[in-house]
């Protein structure tokens, strides 16, 4: 599991993630939420130690993140960016492999190659393997670089905004992939998601963060409530039951 302990960052003064104790359980798909400036990227930022803490401790699967060696919480948990900027004109496959630099230090084996191939083919990139990713849209882009996350072969996964560029069709494709691997190969999942409906539907827990605070936390059943929601976005939204799901209606 990933234990939060009083987590805090500030700046200028202004807590942008106000002193959060929670536990994230593992297996499963867990979700942020959250309205723009809530704190939700920054919380998954310090989860996975791209940003210092000011105070507090986070510890995955027992591991303290501000103890443990890069190379071995590397073997542990695998983060996706909200922007990812390579400097480098890379090929699709190149970049996939990346991912596997934790194990083979830059020098893939049989193994390596084959956790490449496959984290491709799970997000349909084969026939893209050679294209330079100068040469992809943006949605193609975003798939690369979850490959990238899936071939590191972690149990932990760690994805802001990964529907980034995705159209309708993709993002449904990669939310039934996070899905499968919670619940075919028991990863523990933890996603940055602007889509409250995604969210209900594809989640086993909500956290929903305001203002820098952790507001509330529960399955979807409990989060996806007119009052809780109006409590985390100000607005009220209608919810609605399909097929068992919960979904709220905020358009109109």
């Given amino acids: ?9 500030s700046y200028s003064g202004t807590a942008v993630v106000d002193a959060i104790t929670t536990t994230i359980p ?9 309205p723009n400036g809530a704190g939700k990227s920054t919380l998954l930022s310090l989860i996975s130690r791209l940003l210092p803490m000011d105070s507090g401790t986070v510890s995955i699967a027992g591991l303290d993140i501000g103890r443990t060696p890069s190379k071995d919480l590397a073997k542990s948990m695998a983060i996706l960016r909200q922007e990812n900027h390579i400097t480098m004109r890379l090929r699709v496959r190149d970049l996939v492999g990346f991912g596997r630099f934790p194990h083979s230090g830059g020098h893939p084996t049989t193994e390596d190659k084959a ?32 490959a990238m996350v899936l071939a590191q072969d972690t149990d932990y996964l760690l994805l802001d905004e990964p529907l980034n560029n995705l159209d309708m069709k993709h993002s449904v494709e990669m939310m039934r992939l996070i899905r499968r691997l919670a619940d075919d190969l028991g990863k523990t999942v933890v996603i ?4 409250i409906n995604f969210a209900s539907c594809y989640s086993d827990t909500i956290l929903a963060m305001r ?17 809780v929601l109006r409590d985390v976005y100000d ?11 919960r979904i709220g209606v905020y358009f109109a």
């Fill in 26 to 34: 593992a297996g499963g798909v867990t979700s942020i939420i959250g």
């Fill in 1 to 9: 599991m990933i234990r939060i302990e009083n987590v805090t960052k």
């Fill in 235 to 245: 607005i009220d939204i209608r919810i609605e039951e399909i097929d068992g799901n």
């Fill in 192 to 195: 940055v998601i602007h889509d």
């Fill in 115 to 146: 956790h490449i191939e496959a984290a491709m083919a799970q997000l349909d990139l084969g026939a893209l393997a050679d294209r330079f990713l100068d040469e992809l849209s943006g949605g193609q882009r975003q798939r690369a670089y979850i």
């Fill in 211 to 227: 203002e820098g605070a952790l507001v509330h936390q529960g399955p979807p059943a409990q989060i996806m409530r007119i009052e």
